[in-house]
């Protein structure tokens, strides 16, 4: 299954192990045994946990040569009492809720991957955004169509404002995030 990984581009076909849902279904209490499984056709397709005071060990794929991972686990005490736990991050030690199973367990800062749809919504804002401009200076829309005339009744610091706003936009888009 290398290849179907490596093509892998965004975290949200990653296998996400999330510390708030094993708490909730008491997978990190000392000693309790947790069975789950991603979906079909993944890999590893199913894990173990094995809950314990300050990490949780997994035990991933086929029982017979299956593969041992430790995540360590750590607790924040809540604003309204009692504690919260996260994992800490094999490969910066930061603090995170979710690990990334695919390339190695990491956390999203780590594998520096946008979330797909976070990508496509701000993509689809920036293009929106961009045509209404266009379309009150009487252009035809698309974020890399050909600029048109200042239009009459148009003021010149109106239209600049609005060049470098398109300006702006198409940089958030090409980057898939808002652009500071
Ligand atoms: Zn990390």
């Known amino acids: 299954m290398i290849s179907t990984r490596a093509a892998r581009q965004c975290l949200d076909d990653q296998l996400p192990v999330d510390v708030r849902a094993l708490a ?22 199913a894990g173990v946990a094995l809950g314990c005071d300050s990490h949780l060990e997994l035990r991933l794929g ?24 996260w994992f800490l991050c094999p490969q910066c030690r930061g603090r995170c809720a979710v690990l990334y199973a695919a390339a190695g367990f990491q956390c999203r800062r780590c594998m520096a991957l946008p979330y797909r749809s976070q990508r496509q919504r701000r993509r689809g804002r920036a293009l929106l955004r961009a045509n209404k401009i266009r379309g009150r200076m009487g252009w035809p829309p698309g974020l890399f169509a050909p600029d048109g005339q200042r239009p009459k009744g148009m003021h010149e610091r109106t239209f600049a404002r609005c060049q470098e706003t398109l300006d702006q936009l198409a940089i958030e888009y090409l980057q898939g995030r808002d652009a500071r």
């Open 62 to 85: 086929d029982p017979s040569h299956c593969r041992l991972v430790m995540l360590r686990i750590v607790c924040t005490p809540c604003t309204f009492g009692g504690v919260r736990q």
């Open 24 to 45: 909730r279904i008491g997978a990190l209490a000392a000693g309790q045994l947790t069975e789950w499984r991603w979906p079909a056709g993944e890999e590893p397709c």
